[in-house]
């Protein structure tokens, strides 16, 4: 049973490094499109050697043209922490067990292996007992040895002694460490299967202190990694239990079967590595912690590429405050001219507890912002989701895209989140966020038939209301179901690749595989709560314009609630523009309130809306700068995750 275990192992990893081979001569194991489990390879015992009734097959020198290190001796007591290593190299044998290395030409029989020549060996000073097993393996490779070779696997016979050597890695299983293995295939049974398409890239992230962050591609956690000379030893993993669909269960079950506990097999070229336990095997391609976007790209060819997207990042933003501000100078103007002596008159009539209540109300406003990352992301509290999301805002002013996402992903990572469920939770905030966004003006248009007021122009913001409930639908089907995510992914990669010719369509198919596997446990759980929370933080942000309002002098009499209300919220889609879109937003709230009060509420209007801004605005990057410097300072019991040990979720 051992024997055709071991030979189909052997079949198998021949198998798999044929597969290995042709993935990476694609371009890598995120380029291609991958085949279903069904559609594997598979090779037999017989088809890979010749099956033999004989307990001990001959050895062909093709066979022994490696290096072997034992990993187990019965009949006799090796030098504690050391072990045998034979190396076959040009008809020579050589031998080490801690110490010195002795070689000499070798002859091998159909069952014996031995020096044909006194041995040659180097000249270190050794202590006795390894001086003495030195001797000892003298005697023994002299007087010869009975040989079988069995796969990886080669056994040595001696009277009482038994010598179990394993084939050594060619490459040094030292390399792996600070590098993120790739699963491209899965083993089993004999047969070599790629990573289906729809199923999210099982990887491994090894620091270089061994410890590691598992995605088994359905769920996600930590492992422990340590190597010798021959094996790889995975700590038990602890992963989060979220329920995986076909085929992404088969896949999860295949990879927690191999990285669990010691290997039996390990091959590693310096680029493909292939881990087998038992009747299971995994084929990972290793690269660096930060993955090339494609093979041969180089260190200079990333950093121009990130800088290129940095100025196209602030030029971005450049376009979009030209744009607000020339919105805001056309509404201005339609309004009229601003007495800006009069603003500044209705700003003296604040006292000094107003400002105190409207900070209050801002605190409120940014924790209901926040909350749908801890309805998200696991084990996230409200404060460090408050906490997470001020620092965001506050790179967000300072930097252009990507910075507040970088900063969100540190923040949790060192909160002992996995980046990929960091992500998933980020992204699906952003997403509720926008949906209330654009959806918005729907309350607008519900008011607005209230007072029996007409719409006029407003009726354009139905294009928000359109784009709310489009990501809605998006949303609810990419969560659906694994097929459903990969057609919404699919479709979207079409019609972005038709805007930029360099958009990967399987790219966006997998990502949003990846975002359904990530967010479908908490997704009913935390959507309708983020809705909720999400309104209740409109109801505050409008509160704080209100109260601003009225502190300054506009007072219910001459602009009632409900129409702040309504400007507002027919305004809030423009808040996409940078900094909550400044200038635009308020020139249309502008609009609309001297429309329901006339012009003589215009300069306490303006002064009301320069409160208002300074608190909702100012205030919370302010609040970020403080909530970064508590982060920074572990004030909130961070762990770094360099140092952090492996934990259930």
Known sequence: MVKTRMMIRAAGVTTALILTGTVAACGGDDSSGAAEPSESTTTSASASEPASESASPSISPAVLANTYVSTEVTGHDLVADTTIRLTFEDGNLSVNAGCNTMFAPYELTEDSLAWTEEPAATMMGCPDDLAAQDQWLAELFTAGVGAAADGPTLTLTSDDVTIVLSRAPEGDLQELFGKTWSAVATMADGATSRIPRVVRTPRVVVGQNGLGRLDTGCNSGRTTVTADATSITFGHPAVTRIRCQEPAATIEQRVLAVVDGRSDYVVFDGSVLIVVKGDNGLVFQVRGVVPMTSAGVGESTVAGAFHRARRSAWLRRL????????????????????????????????????????????????????????????????????????????????????????????????????????????????????????????????????????????????????????????????????????????????????????VDPD????????????????????????????????????????????????????????????????????????????????????????????????????????????????????????????WRRGWLGDVPPEAESPRSP
């Not at 489009?470 to 805007?499: C, E, H, N, P, Y």
Request: net charge positive; charged share 10%; aromatic share 10%.
């Open 319 to 502: 376009v979009l405050l030209v744009v607000a501000a020339l919105v805001t100078v056309v509404v201005v103007r339609l309004i009229g001219r601003i007495d800006w002596a009069a603003v500044y008159d209705a700003l003296r009539h604040l006292t000094w507890w107003q400002p105190l209540v409207l900070l209050a109300v801002v605190v409120v406003r940014q924790v209901l912002n926040a909350l749908p990352l801890a309805l998200y992301i696991p084990r996230v509290s409200a404060l460090r989701a408050t906490v997470n999301d001020l620092g965001a805002i506050l790179m967000s002013a300072v930097a252009p895209p990507p910075s507040d996402l970088a900063l969100r992903v540190g923040m949790f990572n060192s909160w002992g989140v996995p980046t990929v469920q960091a992500m998933a939770g980020t992204l699906m905030n952003t997403l509720t966020f926008y949906i209330v966004r654009f959806a918005a003006p729907l309350l607008g248009f519900v008011l607005l038939l209230a007072v029996e007021e007409p719409a006029g122009l407003r009726w354009l913001d139905l294009a928000f209301v359109a784009i709310a409930v489009a990501i809605l639908v998006a949303v609810l089907l990419v969560v659906r179901s694994d097929q459903l995510a990969v057609r919404v992914g699919s479709f979207s990669g079409r019609m972005a690749r038709k805007v930029r010719r360099s």
């Open 507 to 630: 790219a966006w198919v997998r990502a949003c595989v990846d975002f359904r596997v990530q967010i479908s446990a908490r997704f009913r759980y935390g959507f309708v709560r983020s809705l909720l929370a999400l309104c209740g933080m409109l109801a505050a942000d409008l509160t704080v314009l209100v109260l601003s309002l009225r502190f300054v002098g506009v007072s219910s009499s001459e602009v009632a609630l409900v129409y702040v209300a309504i400007a507002y919220l027919f305004a809030y889609p423009f808040t996409l523009f940078p900094f909550s879109g400044l200038g635009i937003v308020d020139a249309l709230v502008l609009a609309a309130v001297v429309e329901a009060g006339g012009l003589e509420v215009e300069a306490a209007a303006v002064a009301g809306l320069v409160v208002w801004r300074v608190f909702t605005v100012a205030v919370p990057i302010l609040m970020g700068l403080g909530a970064v410097t508590a």
